[in-house]
Structure formats: C-alpha cells, structure tokens
C-alpha cells in the first residue's frame, strides 16, 4: 500500500524558517517524481514545488521560488520542503503528492493527509 506522511509544520513568524519531510512507503520511491502542494482556507490547491526522481531538476512556483527549496534523500525515502523567508500568506496546510500515471501502483496518483503550517506576523 502507497502511504505518505508529512511533518514538521507548526507556528513560526514571518520572516523565520521551517523543514518539512515527507515519508514514503509501499513504492519505489527513488522513481517517482513528487510534488508539494499547500491550499490555504478558502482558497484553491496550488503546487509549489516539483521535484523529479534524481533530485536534478526542481521547478517552483513563482509566489515561493527564491525562498523555498525541494529536495529529496532517496536512501531514507524522503522528500523535503526548505521553507525560508516565510510570509503570512505562505499559512496553508502543506501536502506532499505522487502525480498521477507514476505507475501502476498509483495511477491516479496519492497524496499525504498534510501537515499546517502558520505564519505569525
């Protein structure tokens, strides 16, 4: 069974840091591309980050390139969101996400159940 964990979100102020992880289990994880996504209350679900299995190419959205970083240790099975130079509008729950087609395990793709993330100002 494909299963997903995310962690390491909570409060901080604007302008601080934070790391969040993504565990996997139940797939070949060092052959997956992955993504983070975050949706905020109330409004849509916005990818910011996208990562492919070698960890050499990454691509961001525009509201987070700059200050936050996707990575990924492969060995450990874990994938990784940098978030730094955070702002208020960066407060979403934060989810790590296996596109859908990978392949035949998750072909409609899979995503962990989130973990919050809240920044004071």
């Known amino acids: 069974r494909v299963q997903l964990a995310e962690s390491g979100g909570g409060l901080v102020q604007a302008g601080g840091s934070m790391r969040l992880s993504c565990t996997g289990s139940?797939?070949?994880?060092?052959?997956?591309?992955f993504n983070w996504f975050r949706q905020a209350p109330g409004k849509a679900l916005e990818r910011v980050a996208t990562i492919n299995p070698r960890g050499d190419r990454v691509t961001y959205d525009e509201t987070v390139r700059g200050r936050f970083i996707i990575s990924r240790d492969n060995d450990a099975k874990i994938l990784y969101l940098q978030l730094n130079a955070l702002k208020v509008e960066d407060t979403a729950t934060y989810y790590c996400?296996?596109?859908?087609?990978?392949?035949?395990?998750?072909?409609?793709?899979?995503r962990g159940p989130g973990t919050q993330v809240t920044v004071s100002s």
């Open positions: 996400d296996i596109p859908p087609g990978e392949s035949w395990l998750v072909p409609n793709g899979a």
């Open positions: 139940g797939f070949s994880f060092h052959a997956y591309n």
